[in-house]
């Protein structure tokens, strides 16, 4: 429409139509001004919704430490800032967006007004080249051009507005997987031999390390057990296992394979994970357990269950295996939560196993039902396990004693009971007593 109106106008008058085109510059100068505005605001109208969820996400999900501290009206206010912030931007963004329209407008009656005063003028003195039927023409068709021409510039600011949240979509998009299978990355269906792990170092901020240079190895079907005091670096020396992070020094090594050359998939295929915080989907037990496996019959679910002392419980909800266990598993105990943990590895019967105990203690009765499903998780794997419970440290061939990022003491219990000091020490204090 633009196109064939502008040429219309300009075929019936190129003097009149040029004239009214002056304001043009005004109006596109204008147009891309207010989408530049538009596209500024966009994006921190995103960030600020970010804001809100981010504030929402976290007290909602921490509400019993809000209430126990009694902070409600702090949480409350914090909601309400970060919304008005919001709020604030939305109304900035939709002022400057609703600016155009009227500015628009009055550009173009503007123009509409001097060209019918100076033509009208020369028509009625009888002194112009276009008689008074091509001029009504000229002016209607000049009225008709300004929809589309508005609609155009409404593109324009839509187009801005779309390229700024684009623009934080394809951020995340874009972001580069830093742990990625090689192209001639090897697929292992089998754990024959053994684990090493070669002067492995290891930091998550530059300057201060994690690990340092730790060397040692497990053999098939051994369970090496890891103690040491909170903080020292044990749940990080094993998420480097499954590459959850990758070392920055120093390899590790499955039956002689570095594992950074292995396929992710078959190297974590190998592994049954128990991390320390137990984490449930919201979702039913049964989903739960069975989390990753398809089409697993229900018995083989029942009897990983029963393996690791969780059928009992589960079969006294009234919904059974079909009860939902809330977000992240609130509706069931700690100690319920870590036995449907422990299924869902016996699920799996992985051929080694990660196990990050829990430093949460249970009662005498639930303690010794989650010792009984280790046990049983731990048969005829090999494990690496983090140990928090001296049960679980008598199991092992050998203990290494992690402190601040190195080992500083390894054997036997028996062994390190009369030589390591620090073993001892932890053992006075930590595992004697359970
Ligand atoms: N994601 C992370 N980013 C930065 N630093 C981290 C991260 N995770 C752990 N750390 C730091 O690394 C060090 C070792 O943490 P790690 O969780 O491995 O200790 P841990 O031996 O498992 O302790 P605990 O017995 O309490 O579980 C700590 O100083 C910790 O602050
Ligand atoms: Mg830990």
């Known amino acids: 429409m633009v196109l064939l109106l502008s040429s219309f106008l300009l075929i019936i008058s190129w003097k009149l139509t040029l004239s009214a085109m002056i304001v043009l510059p005004i109006v596109f100068g204008f147009i891309y001004f207010i989408g530049k505005?538009?596209?500024?605001?966009?994006?921190?109208?995103?960030?600020?919704?970010?804001?809100?969820?981010s504030v929402l996400e976290e007290s909602i999900s921490n509400i019993r430490i809000v209430k126990a501290f009694s902070m409600e009206n702090f949480e409350i206010n914090k909601f309400l800032d970060a919304t008005k912030r919001y709020y604030n931007s939305l109304l900035r963004m939709t002022r400057i967006r609703h600016l155009a329209s009227p500015i628009n407008d009055t550009?173009?009656?503007?123009?509409?007004?001097?060209?019918?005063?100076?033509?009208?003028?020369?028509?009625?003195?009888?002194?112009?080249?276009?008689?008074?039927?091509?001029?009504?023409t000229f002016v209607l068709a000049m009225f008709s051009l300004i929809k589309p021409v508005k609609s155009l510039s409404q593109i324009h600011i839509k187009i801005q507005e779309g390229m700024a949240a684009a623009e934080r979509i394809f951020e995340v998009i874009d972001t580069e997987e830093k742990i990625i299978d090689s192209p001639d990355a090897?697929?292992?269906?089998?754990f024959e031999n053994k684990i090493e792990y070669i002067n492995i170092s290891f930091s998550y901020n530059i300057n201060e390390p994690v690990l340092k240079n730790i060397s040692f190895e497990i053999n098939k079907g051994e369970v090496l057990a890891i103690v040491g005091p909170s903080g020292g670096g044990k749940s990080t020396l094993?998420?480097?296992?499954?590459r959850f992070y990758t070392p920055t020094g120093g390899s590790i090594l499955l039956d002689g394979n570095d594992i950074s050359g292995i396929k992710l998939s078959s190297l974590r295929g190998l592994m049954g994970i128990v991390t320390q915080e137990t984490l449930l989907f919201?979702?039913?037990?049964?989903?739960?357990?069975?989390?990753?496996?398809?089409?697993?019959?229900e018995n083989k679910i029942?009897?990983?269950?029963?393996?690791?002392?969780?059928?009992?419980?589960?079969?006294?909800?009234?919904?059974?295996?079909?009860?939902?266990?809330?977000?992240?598993?609130?509706?069931?105990?700690?100690?319920?939560?870590?036995?449907?943990?422990?299924?869902?590895?016996?699920?799996k019967n992985p051929q080694i196993l990660l196990f990050d105990e829990a430093t949460s203690a249970l009662d005498t009765e639930s303690e010794q039902l989650v010792q009984e499903a280790i046990n049983r998780l731990m048969k005829?794997?090999?494990?690496?396990?983090?140990?928090?419970?001296?049960s679980t440290i008598k199991k092992a061939d050998r203990i290494l004693v992690i402190d601040k990022g190195a080992i500083v003491e390894s054997g036997s219990h028996d062994q390190l009971v009369n030589n390591g000091s620090l073993y001892n020490k932890l053992y006075r204090m930590q595992f004697q007593d359970s």
């Open 186 to 190: 090897l697929q292992i269906a089998n």
């Open 282 to 297: 919201n979702d039913t037990i049964k989903n739960n357990i069975a989390y990753g496996m398809d089409d697993i019959e």
């Open 107 to 136: 550009l173009a009656t503007i123009a509409g007004v001097i060209i019918l005063y100076f033509a009208g003028k020369n028509i009625i003195g009888g002194s112009g080249e276009l008689d008074a039927g091509d001029f009504l």
């Open 37 to 53: 505005k538009l596209r500024k605001y966009s994006k921190r109208s995103q960030q600020r919704m970010e804001d809100v969820n």
């Open 238 to 242: 094993l998420d480097l296992f499954p």
């Open 302 to 347: 029942i009897e990983a269950a029963e393996m690791a002392n969780a059928h009992k419980f589960i079969s006294e909800f009234e919904n059974g295996y079909k009860t939902p266990v809330g977000n992240r598993g609130v509706m069931l105990s700690g100690g319920q939560r870590q036995r449907i943990a422990i299924a869902r590895a016996l699920l």
């Open 380 to 390: 005829n794997r090999t494990s690496l396990v983090i140990a928090h419970r001296l």
